[in-house]
Structures are given as structure tokens and as C-alpha cells.
């Protein structure tokens, strides 16, 4: 009986192969989409970081400009309010 059995153990078993294809000029197709969206947000990117530089010059600027306005006044409001300079 167990010969019997192992003889019907070794019997091929029926399976489903699937396959699928795809066009290559579909292929090439999405490739190029896809390139195109990476360049797209790429694009988007680069002139993103090239106004934050602007706005980052634009900052120095303003406070380069602010630094320079800022200057010790002390000897002017002495002559016109009359204030003792030499007391520091």
C-alpha cells in the first residue's frame, strides 16, 4: 500500500504560469513621463532655493544698510543739548 501511495506522491501536479508583457514604446513612454515630472520638480526646486538666496542677500543687505545708520551720536547731542563730553 505504501508503494502505491508514493507512486501517486511523484506525479507531476498541474500549475498556471502567468506572464506578462509589456510594448517597449510603452515603456519608453512612462520612462519619459516620469523623467519629465523629475525635471519638472527638479526645475521647481532650483528657483525655490534661488529666491530664498535673493531674499537671504536681500536680509544682509538691509542690515548691512541698518549697520551703517547706527553710529555713535554722543559728540552731536553734546554740542546741540550742551552735554559735558569730556565727563566719560
Do not use: C, F, M, W
Not at 514604446?25 to 535673493?54: M, P
Not at 555713535?72 to 553734546?78: F, I, K, P, R
Amino acid at each position: 500500500d505504501n508503494d502505491s501511495n508514493e507512486a501517486e506522491d511523484e506525479s507531476p501536479k498541474p500549475y498556471t504560469l502567468v506572464t506578462s508583457t509589456e510594448n517597449k514604446h510603452s515603456v519608453v513612454a512612462r520612462l519619459e513621463d516620469e523623467l519629465t515630472r523629475v525635471q519638472r520638480a527638479k526645475s521647481q526646486a532650483i528657483a525655490t532655493l534661488s529666491k530664498l538666496n535673493i531674499e537671504k542677500q536681500k536680509i544682509a543687505l538691509i542690515k548691512e544698510k541698518d549697520d551703517v545708520e547706527i553710529e555713535d551720536t554722543s559728540e552731536t547731542d553734546a554740542v546741540i543739548y550742551g552735554e559735558n563730553i569730556s565727563s566719560e
